[in-house]
């Protein structure tokens, strides 16, 4: 057996049966936690340390991400060699656990959940203050077809970002690998977005953040076009259109991808004009409106979500066994 089939079925399948079991209960230790609490600390002092110019702040930026690559991702080798030299069993224990910690497929269903019995019952204050759990925009506007389709979208961007990319890297690179795409990921997040205050420090963050989703970005449009193919009450081919005509309307080259596939998937148009901090901002629409986002729009991502998951799953688990095999 390969290292890479191994890993998988004694690594990564506990980890994410952890994760459907557990979700991310606020109240464990989380690396993702940890990871802004080191972002924030570091971004103060290599502000001080570098020139107070474009090139200087670029540089800053930078040394911040290979800080927080190296101490994640190279820190949680050296800490499952550690334990390896004590017990086999308790390296496979802390690899499983933080592994599992680094996927959100649960927590991403609970937290978008949250916003569906609100407006099931008209609760609109109480479902624009569940949204804003989840979003950046401003939710005080939002009627409730405006804040089922943040929630539909917010399931659909991670997706991607919370799903299918940290999968695929810690099948890839196991746990030092998955440490630091999450590590770039909560980089981006943090200070990787178009703000005066971010606008040269945050460049090698969204850069290396925009290298790093390439792939996982179009694996997971094409995964969920294929699970809508098979669920019902979503279109596959409706999916595959959208997704092929709308994947590059935006900004960023890999956010459209599985936002776009899930708007064709349920026959809604997302994304649109949206307020940040009080300002409008444009944006391109994705999809065609079929119908109105309804409250019943938020499981129906939720279920493309876990499929597309349990697609990649099986590829790993055929790619596992074919190299098992040879």
Not at 21 to 29: A, I, Q, V, Y
Not at 269 to 280: P, S
Request: net charge positive.
């Amino acid at each position: 057996m390969t290292l890479l089939s191994l890993h998988f079925f004694t690594v990564l399948l506990p980890a994410v049966a952890l994760d459907l079991l557990l979700g991310d209960p606020t109240w464990l230790p989380h690396p993702v936690r940890w990871m802004g609490r080191a972002i924030a600390a570091l971004e103060g002092v290599l502000r001080r340390a570098f020139p107070k110019s474009p090139a200087g702040e670029r540089l800053a930026g930078g040394a911040l991400v290979l800080l927080m690559v190296l101490a994640f991702g190279g820190g949680s080798g050296l800490l499952l060699l550690g334990c390896r030299l004590t017990s086999p069993w308790l390296a496979w224990g802390v690899e499983v656990w933080f592994t599992y910690q680094l996927l959100s497929a649960r927590d991403l269903q609970v937290e978008s959940m949250a916003v569906y019995p609100f407006l099931k019952k008209g609760d609109l204050p109480g479902a624009r203050a569940a949204v804003s759990r989840i979003v950046g925009r401003d939710t005080s506007v939002l009627d409730e077809t405006g804040v089922a389709k943040a929630a539909v979208e917010t399931v659909a961007e991670n997706t991607c970002d919370g799903v299918i990319a940290p999968l695929l890297f810690l099948y890839l690179g196991g746990l030092p690998l998955g440490m630091a795409f999450k590590a770039v990921s909560t980089l981006d997040s943090m200070v990787g977005y178009r703000a005066p205050k971010y606008q040269y420090f945050g460049t090698a963050a969204a850069k290396l953040d925009d290298v790093l989703n390439f792939i996982p970005a179009r694996l997971s449009g094409l995964l969920l076009c294929l699970g809508a193919a098979l669920l019902p009450g979503c279109s596959g081919r409706r999916a595959w259109r959208i997704f092929w005509r709308d994947r590059r309307k935006h900004a960023s080259p890999n956010s459209a991808h599985s936002e776009a596939a899930c708007a064709g998937a349920l026959g809604v148009q997302l994304a649109g004009d949206a307020r940040y901090f009080g300002k409008l901002v444009r944006k391109p629409t994705l999809g065609d409106p079929v119908r109105p986002v309804e409250p019943e729009d938020i499981p129906r991502a939720c279920r493309l979500m876990y499929g597309s998951a349990m697609l990649i799953l099986l590829l790993m688990a055929a790619v596992s066994i074919g190299l098992k095999a040879l």
